[in-house]
């Protein structure tokens, strides 16, 4: 009986001693654990600074990126502008270079009545001439041109250049009496301004 005692004794302190250094661990463990989030917790100011440094150098990229932007519209605009004015000059000075050539048009259909009355064989090529200025009308037309107003109205030096003054009864001084050559604009510009006669 007495054997069994110590023996149950010896477990109990055996216990006892296991239950001593386990406490121990927890406890050394406890100790690390706690010296861990201390380390932790000590990094945080650290760790703010650099998220907002991060910040910092997000925005300063986000305004870098919409300054960009912004001037590659801008550019994008003038360049489309630009653009838009060199066709302009371009379809301007092609005009400029066709308009004799409209000229030449007006007059053989203004004198085909006499061509016509002197041989009615040139009746064909009268036709083909008035058929070719009517489709170049209609092409200055798509493009936007038209032409000066002049015979009847009053001299004005935005539109009408006068090359010759008459005495002209019954009209009023400065109305265009007779048209030398025709002026045209394309949309609201001049590209050639109406030679006329003007009365006195």
């Known amino acids: 009986m007495k054997k069994k005692v110590s023996t149950d004794k010896e477990l109990h302190n055996q216990s006892g001693a296991s239950s001593d250094v386990e406490d121990k661990g927890v406890t050394e463990f406890g100790h690390e654990a706690e010296g861990e989030v ?34 590659f519209e801008n550019f994008r605009k003038v360049k489309e ?15 400029r270079e066709l308009l004799p050539l409209l000229d030449d ?36 037309a798509e493009k936007g041109v038209s032409e000066i107003e002049a015979v009847g109205r009053k001299l004005d030096v935005n539109f009408h250049e006068a090359i010759s003054m008459i005495d002209v009864p019954d009209t009023e001084p400065e109305t265009i009496v007779e048209e030398y050559q025709s002026g045209y604009l394309l949309g609201d510009r001049v590209l050639r301004h109406a030679r006329v006669i003007v009365a006195k």
């Open 38 to 71: 201390q380390k932790q917790l000590s990094r945080i100011p650290e760790l703010e600074a650099e998220i907002a440094s991060k910040q910092s150098e997000i925005e300063r990229y986000r305004e870098e990126l919409l300054r960009k932007a912004a001037e």
């Open 105 to 140: 048009l007006k007059r053989v259909v203004r004198n085909a009545p006499g061509v016509l009355e002197i041989t009615a064989e040139a009746k064909p090529y009268v036709d083909g001439v008035e058929l070719l200025k009517r489709s170049f009308d209609n092409w200055l």
């Open 81 to 95: 502008r630009e653009s838009v004015a060199a066709g302009s000059r371009a379809l301007e000075s092609t005009i």
